[in-house]
């Protein structure tokens, strides 16, 4: 079974542009869930989605968003990118209790 | 905020040793997670341990799981180059979404040949 995709792998933005991030979950699973990682505050909850539907957030400003579709693939944006939005950012995907990660998006803001 | 705290931070020890780390959380939680992390790339999901669960076995994993004291261990037997990597704990907070955790800082566990 293909596991959690994530595209791009790699991405350089520009401070003040905006992004978007696309994951496509473990065939089956519903729920899709994106992370934060950085050196200084480590591995952070943004949101979860389930069927369409936001479920969970995490305590991220606006400027952060998703969105889910039918198919269950999940996409995050991003706008008016800051320095400090420079992360890797994990999706994973999930059936039951555990929590599949893909290989994230390394995202470098100028 | 970071509930869990992964602790030693940076472990570094021989090949065929044993490794334990160890982790603390603060609130009442469903589940308990051990993930592995290679060099900022994707975690991979180790074992899952329950709150109602006292010890779990998977392979050279052994994880343990004390709520009184809101801790886990994991011990890697026998550890292999290849062990070499960041070991994160997660957690779920009880009466909240299993798929919101909340992660510890890790702990980086390097293993010499």
């Known amino acids: 079974k293909a596991g959690v995709t994530q595209t791009p792998r790699y991405l350089i933005k520009t401070r003040g542009q905006q992004v978007t991030l696309s994951c496509s979950p473990i065939s089956g699973h519903r729920s899709v869930s994106w992370y934060q990682q950085t050196p200084g505050q480590g591995l952070q909850f943004l949101f979860e989605y389930f069927s369409e539907t936001q479920r969970n957030k995490g305590n991220f400003p606006g400027r952060f968003s998703g969105r889910q579709f039918s198919n269950s693939r999940s996409e995050m944006n991003v706008s008016t990118l800051e320095l400090g939005d420079s992360a890797l950012y994990l999706c994973?995907?999930?059936?039951?209790?555990?929590?599949?990660f893909g290989p994230g998006t390394r995202l470098t803001v100028t | 905020s970071q509930q869990g705290e992964e602790d030693p931070q940076a472990l570094s020890i021989q090949e065929g040793e044993n490794a334990t780390m160890n982790c603390s959380y603060k609130t009442s939680i469903n589940n308990l997670q051990w993930y592995r992390q290679n060099s900022g790339r994707g975690l991979v999901h180790l074992i899952l341990?329950?709150?109602?669960?006292r010890e779990k076995h998977s392979g050279r994993l052994r994880v343990t799981l004390d709520t009184s004291k809101k801790s886990s261990s994991l011990l890697i037997t026998a550890s292999r180059a290849a062990d070499t990597a960041s070991y994160f704990c997660?957690?779920?907070?009880?009466?909240?979404?299993?798929?919101?955790?909340?992660f510890g800082k890790g702990t980086l566990l390097t293993v010499n040949p």
């Open positions: 997660a957690t779920d907070a009880s009466g909240g979404s299993n798929y919101k955790l909340t």
């Open positions: 994973a995907s999930g059936r039951g209790y555990e929590q599949y």
């Open positions: 341990i329950r709150s109602n669960e």
